[in-house]
């Protein structure tokens, strides 16, 4: 145990499971909402282009102040229902720092002021005085400097309720937004719990039956054995991956049915493992003394023989998870997983899908294959100490 301990690829996989478990928690909105413009850099590349900023007006602030030292952004968005705390005519104005003010939203003597706001819409280009052809961006923000938006008059208060606003820049967040500006960040450590989930429940499922077959094979030898044993080698011989896209392709694209059938086609390895431990277990004196006392196969094989192979088992674990990963991703990738269900192969089918390949936009490409490879590596290298763990000869072989 404290040479696992010891190992980097033990703390890079715990890293993986804390970031995967309480990573997305950290956000207040959901990962399938919008939160600047779409293929937005991350906040540290070019930082001499515009963020995207974000504010709410809220109880106990009717007004907030930036700086805008950039040039006039894509678009403006402001939305939400604010209430008062009685009725009077309010408005939602944009001082600019001439010390110019714009109406950005007013109501009509109601306790509550409602705003939904596009820059990009006729109505409100024609609310500005503006053609349809005209930019509304260079009128709202005409210079750099200090800007407040804020509710009027001074003292209205809210009550409930809040006004949000998102002026959109090229620049968001840790690793920018995709291709329908959500945050590419929150994306990647949802995707953490796919990869994981899929990888270790095919692996199981795939373990157990593996380990059945295995047992029941070498066990009772003979006919039963040789059955068995052809039946692995004809779904050995299949393809793995035209098969995974056709049962895909059939029985849906749900989670779970990936993973049965992902653990369908990875469990022959292990029933070949266990089959060879079993064979050279059978004859020994303490299975013969086991018979002797009258014990069952069942008993003999489940109570006796498992445990013998539990080392074996767990390395097999161990190797099997990073490939049930790769096949989620690359089945994920050709578009046969749940289009719901947010996965790092997903992520990269969406980014091929609008050109991000093309386009340059690798901060949607590096981060799920990169997330890919190192849980793949973690677990390989934690297989490979568990299996020279099992093995000694494995060890020694590697001092050499």
């Known amino acids: 145990m404290k040479r696992i301990l010891r190992r980097f690829s033990f703390w890079l996989l715990i890293g993986f499971i804390l970031a995967g478990i309480w990573g997305p928690k950290c956000f207040k909105s959901s990962a399938e909402t919008q939160v600047a413009s779409p293929f937005s850099m991350p906040l540290w590349v070019k930082k001499d282009t515009s963020p995207t900023m974000s504010f709410a007006l809220e109880p ?13 952004p894509p678009n403006i968005t402001i939305w939400g229902t604010a209430k008062f705390e009685k009725e009077t005519s309010a408005s939602l104005i944009l001082e600019n720092p001439n010390g110019e003010t714009i109406l950005l939203a007013q109501n009509e003597g109601n306790t ?3 705003v939904d706001v596009d820059g990009r819409d006729m109505s409100f280009k024609m609310g500005l005085g503006l053609s349809p052809f005209d930019d509304p961006m260079k009128e709202l923000f005409p210079t750099k400097g200090r800007y407040t938006i804020k509710l009027w008059p001074p003292d209205l208060k809210i009550k409930s309720g809040a006004i949000n606003i998102r002026i959109e820049g090229s620049r968001w967040g840790l690793l920018g937004t995709d291709q329908r500006g959500r945050d590419v960040f929150h994306l990647f450590l949802l995707g953490i719990r796919i990869s994981l989930l899929v990888g270790i429940s095919a692996t199981l499922l795939a373990t157990l039956l593996g380990v059945s077959v295995g047992l029941v094979a070498g066990y009772a030898g003979g006919l039963v054995d040789t059955v068995l044993m052809r039946i692995v080698d004809v779904l050995l011989a299949i393809p ?8 895909a392709g059939i029985w849906g694209k749900g989670l779970w049915q990936l993973v049965v059938i992902l653990s369908i086609f990875s469990w022959m390895g292990t029933a070949r493992t266990i089959r060879s431990l079993t064979l050279s277990l059978r004859e020994s004196t303490f299975v013969e003394g086991l018979r002797a006392l009258g014990a069952k196969p069942s008993y003999i094989m489940f109570r006796h023989l498992l445990p013998e192979s539990l080392p074996i088992l767990l390395a097999n674990i161990a190797l099997g998870v990073p490939s049930a990963i790769l096949a989620e991703a690359g089945l994920s990738f050709l578009g046969l997983s749940d289009p719901r269900i947010i996965s790092w192969g997903r992520m990269l089918n969406e980014a091929h899908g609008f050109g991000a390949f093309t386009t340059g936009a690798w901060w949607l490409i590096l981060p799920p294959g990169i997330g890919i490879s190192l849980i793949c590596l973690a677990f390989l290298d934690l297989g490979r100490t568990l299996e020279e763990m099992a093995d000694p000869r494995l060890k020694g072989g590697a001092n050499k």
């Open 60 to 72: 106990k602030r009717e007004h907030v102040q930036f700086e805008w030292n950039w040039e006039a």
């Open 112 to 114: 509550f002021l409602t």
């Open 240 to 247: 793995g991956l035209p098969i995974l896209m056709v049962l």
